[in-house]
C-alpha cells in the first residue's frame, strides 16, 4: 500500500467520487479541490506528490492552472495528469505542452486511472 498524496482537480461530484473512492481503496491519500483557488491553497499546504487535472473546470481552466503549478516552487517537480473528455491527439499534445506529464481520457477507465498513477510514481521514486 501506498501513502503518497494525490489532489484530485475537479469540478464534476460522480466523477470526484469515483475517483476518490478508486485512489482510497488503494491506499493513497486523496485531496480534492473544484477549481483553481481551491487546489492553489491545498498545493501550497500539502504539496500533493501527484495531481488529476481536469482540463474543464470553472472559472481558470486545467491548462492555465497546470502552467501556473509548474511555476510554483511547491508544485514544479509534482507529476500532473490531465483527465478530460476532449481526448484528440490535438489535445493530448496541448496538454503535455502545458507542463502535464500524461493524459487519460473521460469517462474514467477503473483500471487505467490507478494503473497510470502507480507508473508514474514509481518512475518518479527512481528518478530520486
Ligand atoms: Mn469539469
Do not use: W
Not at 23 to 47: F, I, M, N, P, T
Amino acid at each position: 500500500m501506498s501513502h503518497e498524496k494525490v489532489l484530485i482537480v475537479e469540478d464534476n461530484k460522480l466523477n470526484l467520487r469515483l475517483m476518490d473512492f478508486i485512489l482510497k481503496s488503494r491506499g493513497y491519500q486523496v485531496l480534492s479541490a473544484a477549481d483553481a483557488d481551491e487546489c492553489l491553497g491545498l498545493c501550497k499546504s500539502q504539496k500533493p506528490d501527484l495531481i488529476l487535472m481536469d482540463l474543464q473546470l470553472p472559472g481558470v481552466d486545467g491548462l492555465s492552472l497546470t502552467r501556473h503549478l509548474r511555476e510554483l516552487p511547491e508544485t514544479s517537480g509534482a507529476i500532473i495528469i490531465a483527465v478530460t473528455a476532449k481526448a484528440m491527439k490535438m489535445d493530448r499534445e496541448r496538454a503535455l505542452e502545458a507542463g502535464c506529464d500524461a493524459y487519460l481520457a473521460k469517462p474514467i477507465d477503473t483500471r487505467k486511472l490507478p494503473e497510470t498513477i502507480e507508473e508514474l510514481l514509481d518512475r518518479k521514486k527512481a528518478r530520486n
